[in-house]
């Protein structure tokens, strides 16, 4: 009888620590990486200059760069997991990335669904278009159509008010498709970030098709899913010292052309 008692007992015990969350058996994110030796990034490849393709094929710019060296940091293989502007967040949530280095910028309803880093670099979200659009606000957009790609920021900000100003919004599923569209005169309008914006002025060529007014300045950082706190720790102390040590905007000087604002340098 005693013996079963305490048997019963230690199962009891088992069970009770798996029940308070199996914390002795649960392997986190950061776990993986280390165990694995490998960091799956998720970036964007067609959102020039942060992520995009060389004509030798090869991926480029500024996010492919910071995961490069945070993975060379940490001392662990890159690897790059492809996404767009809409799979980017489920990408961490289905666990096919580690984290996000993708302009993701850092918003309320995202913060309900997955954790951000510091900042390591900022976005100017802006509506652009050519020259002789007379729209220089939300409310002088009113008749117009505006073009943006599923997911992003301005898509969240700019669909649920196109009712209330009267303008109508055309939404692609990429980047890439979005540049396009505006390049053969598909779409008059976008919003999208001032640097996009100035891929698809070149690719125009003929340097009218300009930012018409700002949107909103945001926060870039390096998304993380929910309730992985070490990764987040250590994301955060990258951040910090690559911030510090001018590593962060020596890679936004080289493809943005402009360096990060002064209390991001060396803070």
């Not at 950061?30 to 990034?41: F, G, T």
């Not at 060296?69 to 492809?82: F, N, R, S």
Request: glycine residues 8%; proline residues 3%.
């Amino acid at each position: 009888m005693m013996k079963k008692t305490t048997i019963a007992a230690s199962m009891l015990c088992m069970l009770g620590i798996f029940a308070a969350g199996g914390g002795v058996a649960h392997a986190d994110v950061l776990d993986n990486i280390e165990k694995n030796k490998v960091i799956r990034i998720s970036t964007d490849l067609g959102i020039p200059p942060a992520g995009m393709m060389s004509a030798s094929m090869e991926p480029i710019g500024a996010d492919v760069e910071v995961g490069k060296l945070l993975a060379k940091d940490w001392g662990v293989k890159y690897e790059l997991i492809q996404t767009t502007g809409a799979t980017r967040i489920p990408n961490l949530q289905t666990d096919k990335a580690d984290i996000v280095v993708s302009t993701l910028s850092v918003t309320p309803e995202r913060a309900k669904v997955i954790d951000f880093s510091k900042r390591y670099a900022v976005l100017q979200s802006v509506v652009a278009g050519y020259n002789d659009i007379p729209v220089k606000s939300l409310e002088t957009l009113k008749g117009h159509t505006v073009a943006v790609t599923r997911g992003t920021t301005q898509d969240t900000e700019l669909t649920p008010q196109a009712s209330k100003y009267g303008y109508t919004v055309a939404r692609y599923d990429d980047d890439s498709t979005l540049v396009t569209a505006a390049v053969s005169g598909q779409a008059k309008m976008v919003a999208t970030s001032q640097s996009l914006v100035a891929q698809i002025d070149k690719k125009i060529g003929k340097n009218n098709f300009k930012p018409l007014f700002v949107l909103r300045n945001f926060d870039l950082a390096i998304g993380v899913k929910k309730g992985e706190a070490r990764l987040l720790a250590k994301v955060n102390e990258w951040v910090e010292a690559n911030l510090k040590n001018g590593k962060l905007n020596e890679i936004y000087k080289k493809y943005y052309g402009t360096e990060l604002p002064e209390d991001m340098r060396g803070s």
